[in-house]
């Protein structure tokens, strides 16, 4: 099983339609992450987690809002999706010493 | 902030042949990461090195915290190599290098 799972992979929907995507972890870490990638870009953080009780806001969190329900568990969602927030959404973790992990990503369209 | 460079930013290789992609930072860093993005867009974590040199399989890294640069060497290099090849180094969160498309051909 993956360190980091991400539901769903791919998701296609229409404008203003509210949409969560799901990202778990079996890493035991406390830090979690949400990025997404633009085409032929790097990524850009859009909120970030130190712990169940601690939220922040990276440098595109407009338009999307988190929940981290557990320390395995944070949730990434779009209230009401508009079709330039079509892009390849990636979860993380990160631990002391050992950096980074990394999800298979949530391709999204929205049409 | 800190500012990430990688070179080249592009690398098209024959199936076999060794390459060595650069990653320089402009300023100490304690911690670096190597990543490769394939073509279905997965991200997968490489290294994980901060200082000195560590190998896995045809892959090595090899980092030098106190003159600003990082090493990825890729040997016999297979199709599957393909990608996008990214440097990061961990603030409060993640900073990318600029990257380094490679494209081996059979």
């Known amino acids: 099983d993956a360190d980091v799972t991400q539901t769903p992979r791919n998701r296609i929907t229409k404008t203003g339609k509210r949409i969560m995507l799901e990202c778990s972890q079996t890493k035991g870490h406390d830090r979690m992450y949400w990025y997404r990638q633009d085409p032929g870009l790097g990524l850009r953080l859009i909120y970030y987690s130190f712990d169940v009780k601690d939220i922040n806001k990276g440098e595109i969190s407009d338009g999307y809002s988190v929940s981290r329900q557990a320390q395995a568990k944070f949730s990434l969602s779009l209230e009401s999706a508009i079709p330039n927030q079509t892009a390849l959404y990636f979860c993380?973790?990160?631990?002391?010493?050992?950096?980074?992990?990394f999800g298979s990503g949530t391709r999204l369209t929205v049409v | 902030g800190i500012q990430v460079e990688q070179s080249p930013p592009d690398l098209i290789l024959q199936e076999g042949a060794n390459s060595t992609l650069r990653c320089n930072f402009s300023?100490?860093?304690?911690?670096l990461q190597w990543f490769h993005q394939n073509p279905w867009g997965q991200l997968i974590n490489l290294f994980y090195?901060?200082?000195g040199t560590k190998q896995n399989g045809r892959l090595s890294a090899t980092t030098v915290a106190t003159e600003r640069y990082s090493l990825l060497y890729i040997s016999s290099s297979q199709t599957t190599d393909s990608g996008v090849y990214f440097c990061a180094f961990n603030t409060d969160k993640l900073i990318f290098g600029t990257g380094t498309r490679l494209q081996v051909f059979p």
């Open positions: 993380a973790t990160s631990g002391s010493g050992v950096g980074y992990t």
């Open positions: 300023d100490s860093v304690n911690n």
């Open positions: 090195i901060p200082s």
